[in-house]
């Protein structure tokens, strides 16, 4: 009964969490005999020898802005901490960082227009955009992160949140230029 509470108290991390786990199971499906498709070989690239000490744009050019293979970097050098694959690690910060764009995709979409039900047909929408999971799955893709820190962006100005929602702007206009 107390969970039942819950659960109705707060319907947003609710239905955030359960697409959450949707993408991810969506996406893991095959991911470790997946081969990396030219832009994602090329990005996953720049991130290994960003978690190498090499910076971006010296190891390889690329008009992309870097935080998306920055944060790949990140995920690799943990995953060497610990003992992961570099491919894996640039895998599963992807699936993390869609995973979780999926899971803001439904609250903001409540905020904008009231509707519970408005915000399940839009997170359905977003989930069943395959080549984005596609994308999250192969891993190294900064339009991964940029749909991320662009949902994130909306949804913090939806609540009125004006700094943070800037900060997440400014992220995704660092994965890629036309987030501008």
């Given amino acids: 009964r107390a969970w039942g509470e819950w659960c109705v108290r707060h319907p947003d991390l609710v239905h955030g969490a359960l697409f959450f786990a949707f993408f991810v199971a969506a996406s893991v499906a095959g991911m470790h005999d997946m081969p990396l498709a030219a832009d994602?070989?090329?990005?996953?690239?720049?991130?290994?020898?960003?978690?190498?000490?090499?910076?971006p744009h010296v190891s390889q050019l690329d008009p992309?802005?870097?935080l998306g293979m920055?944060?790949?970097?990140?995920a690799i050098v943990a995953g060497r901490?610990?003992?992961v694959d570099d491919l894996l690690a640039s895998r599963v910060v992807s699936v993390f960082a869609g995973a979780l764009a999926i899971a803001l995709v439904g609250?903001?979409?409540?905020?904008?227009?009231?509707s519970t039900i408005a915000a399940w047909v839009?997170?359905?929408?977003?989930?069943?955009?395959n080549r984005f999971v596609l994308m999250a799955a192969m891993g190294s893709q900064p339009k991964v992160f940029?749909?991320?820190?662009?949902?994130?962006?909306?949804?913090?100005?939806?609540?009125?949140r004006p700094?943070?929602?800037?900060?997440?702007?400014?992220?995704?206009f660092l994965c890629w230029q036309p987030a501008a």
């Fill in 163 to 172: 700094a943070l929602a800037g900060l997440a702007a400014g992220a995704a």
């Fill in 107 to 114: 609250p903001l979409a409540r905020r904008l227009t009231g």
């Fill in 146 to 160: 940029l749909v991320l820190f662009v949902v994130a962006s909306l949804l913090l100005v939806s609540m009125r």
């Fill in 64 to 66: 992309k802005n870097a």
């Fill in 40 to 55: 994602n070989q090329h990005y996953f690239f720049i991130a290994e020898r960003a978690a190498s000490g090499v910076p």
């Fill in 122 to 129: 839009a997170s359905i929408a977003m989930l069943s955009l």
């Fill in 81 to 83: 901490l610990v003992g």
């Fill in 70 to 74: 920055l944060v790949t970097a990140a």
